[in-house]
């Protein structure tokens, strides 16, 4: 009897890390997809908030250097000193599409209706363009965020079902024997919540700046086109 008692008690975990080292296969399979999962969440969030500190740093600088300039070439000029990011690229597009057409300093007549919409429209696929190109990676946040719960509720149920799979073996039905399994079952459950909370709070802060960046951009080709208006491009 002493020595039953004994071998129970060495089997029984006593800590959470013994619960998921004593767990079964698939439990074990389950944890290292989360983890997976938690690692490229957690990548895709630093590389963003990166990604958005360098766009919110060029962003100042360049709107500096173009508060000096009152005209597209010398808005384009920074642009062909090395001038880099979103507001550059539009910078770039509006003065190439110019370019192409001509204007009043080539001998032409202003822009007329018809090209000036047709330049809103390349702005606006420029817009596009750069927020596709900062949303890169961010629906993977929604995917994590919304799987991962999914994939604990998979753990957990297979684990009920190697608890109940064991009481049945051994014949036992009180607590000391259904414990450890229905709490192996749970750690796949709070595994999942760990990883999809972070991941769903990272997706909907990096998606209203995305949001935000967006508009702004939106704001700088109309700001372009009130200056071509202001320089005579534009009738």
């Known amino acids: 009897m002493n020595a039953l008692l004994l071998q ?34 957690w990548a895709i969030m630093f590389a ?14 360049f709107q500096k250097e173009f508060a000096q300039a009152h005209t597209l070439e010398a808005a384009a000029a920074l642009v062909r000193r090395g001038a880099e990011g979103p507001y550059a690229s539009i910078v770039a597009r509006a003065a190439g599409f110019v370019a192409e057409l001509g204007g009043p300093q080539h001998g032409r007549s202003a822009l007329s209706a018809s090209q000036v919409e047709a330049l809103r429209l390349v702005l606006d696929a420029e817009t596009a363009t750069q927020r596709d190109h900062l949303a890169h990676f961010i629906p993977w946040l929604a995917t994590i965020g919304s799987v991962s719960p999914l994939i604990g509720l998979l753990g957990t149920v297979l684990g009920v079902i190697d608890a109940f799979v064991g009481i ?14 229905v709490a192996e079952a749970l750690v796949a459950t709070a595994a999942a919540l760990t990883v999809a909370i972070p991941a769903v709070f990272g997706y909907n802060i990096f998606a209203a700046r995305l949001n935000r960046m967006e508009g702004e951009l939106e704001s700088f080709g109309t700001e372009l086109i009130a200056m071509m208006v202001r320089e005579g491009r534009i009738g």
């Open 8 to 41: 129970i008690g060495a089997a029984t975990p006593s800590s959470p890390l013994d619960l998921i080292r004593q767990s079964t296969l698939a439990t074990k399979i389950v944890l290292g997809i989360l983890i997976l999962l938690s690692l490229v969440s």
């Open 48 to 61: 963003k908030w990166v990604e958005f500190r360098r766009f919110d740093s060029r962003t100042a600088l």
């Open 168 to 181: 049945a073996v051994k014949g036992s039905g009180n607590l000391s024997a259904v414990a450890p399994g």
